[in-house]
């Protein structure tokens, strides 16, 4: 998730509410839920994105596909530490010692999930609802399998266990 500053108001609330008309799963408006911090100015005809000491500058008026560009161009090496592996939750990839793996979308957005909500746990109706929007009846059943084939996955490729507890509920990543 993303989450997007910018001294100018305006210009934080439209790009915040076109990311999530585009792709809700991209942005966020808690920090606290957020992979990165990326901070948005605009001057004349330029849109000017900031993260992490790098810069990307969109002439204007553009198509939303460059403002995305740009976007990943920044964030696409961010990476957290999961159990002594790489998650890049941009790329959807996982590293463990130079071995890359690439994630479908399901497992991607467990780790996300677990990642992101980390210190309180994630409501597993809630995590169900994120990956399958379209299911009008919530199958934790299925949302269990997913998870064991995550941890499989990992445990396959890099002989380390994912650790996450569940209990009323809440899945919680552990350390």
């Known amino acids: 998730m993303i989450y997007l500053t910018s001294k100018d108001e305006f210009v934080q ?3 915040t509410n076109l990311f999530f008309q585009i792709n809700p799963l991209l942005i966020t408006t808690a920090k606290d839920l957020s992979f990165v911090e990326i901070e948005a100015h605009q001057t004349n005809d330029q849109l000017h994105f900031k993260y992490n ?3 990307e500058i969109i002439k204007m008026p553009t198509k939303i596909n460059n403002i995305f560009d740009g976007i990943y161009k920044l964030i696409v090496e961010k990476a ?3 159990n002594k592996f790489e998650f890049f939750p941009f790329k959807q990839t996982i590293n463990y010692q130079g071995n890359d793996v690439k994630l479908n979308f399901i497992s991607n957005e467990i780790l996300r999930n677990l990642y992101l909500y980390k210190e309180r746990g994630i409501e597993k109706n809630i995590l169900y ?3 399958w929007p379209q299911d009008k009846e919530i199958l934790i059943n299925k949302l269990d399998t997913h998870l064991t084939n995550t941890k499989n996955l990992i445990q396959d490729n890099f002989n380390i266990e994912l650790k996450y507890a569940s209990k009323k509920g809440v899945v919680k990543l552990l350390d």
Do not use: Q
Request: glycine letters at 0%.
């Open 13 to 15: 609330e439209s790009l």
């Open 53 to 55: 000491h790098k810069k």
């Open 80 to 82: 957290v530490i999961i």
């Open 129 to 131: 609802s994120s990956i």
